[in-house]
């Protein structure tokens, strides 16, 4: 029976150019973690918007559209924009740590925070990878509807 190898994998060492390729994706990371935190809170500032707005709308004319009101839709916007502005935010945080543990690691040698580093990368896309299959079963679940 084999025994567990230890494959050259576990005995990597960073050269000169791995690191420079490193740092380049922990700035990289930075950039689109704060990109995608500012536009989590926008998200946010969009629901708070939208849900005045259909308030406002709903205030003066008593619309109805198939029994819903205008503020409930307005509610249901607020709703949609959070959502979306807290994934934004949540995974921003992730990309965020990822620069600054990898950054961090590299500069004082430290193979703990460079794990870490690694674990916020995994989980971030991990997260995403997870979204966008569920948006995709929305997509097949709409394409069924129309053809139902």
């Known amino acids: 029976m084999e025994q567990n190898q230890n494959t050259s994998l576990f005995s990597l060492n960073l050269d000169a150019q791995n690191s420079y390729t490193l740092r380049s994706m922990a700035s990289w990371s930075k950039v689109l973690g704060w990109v995608g935190m500012i536009l989590g809170i926008l998200f946010i500032l969009a629901g708070i918007m939208v ?37 934004f935010i949540v995974t921003s945080i992730f990309a965020i740590n990822t620069g600054g543990k990898i950054n961090a690691a590299l500069r004082s040698n430290d193979q703990a925070a460079l794990s870490s580093g690694f674990a916020n990368a995994r989980n971030y896309f991990a997260f995403w990878a997870v979204i966008i299959i569920i948006l995709l079963l929305f997509v097949l679940l709409g394409i069924l509807g129309s053809l139902g």
């Not at 308030?55 to 979306?84: E, F, K, M």
């Open 51 to 87: 849900q005045q707005a259909m308030s406002q709308y709903g205030g003066y004319r008593s619309y109805r559209s198939g029994g819903i009101s205008a503020t409930a839709i307005g509610n249901y916007g607020l709703i949609g924009y959070l959502v979306l502005g807290l994934i």
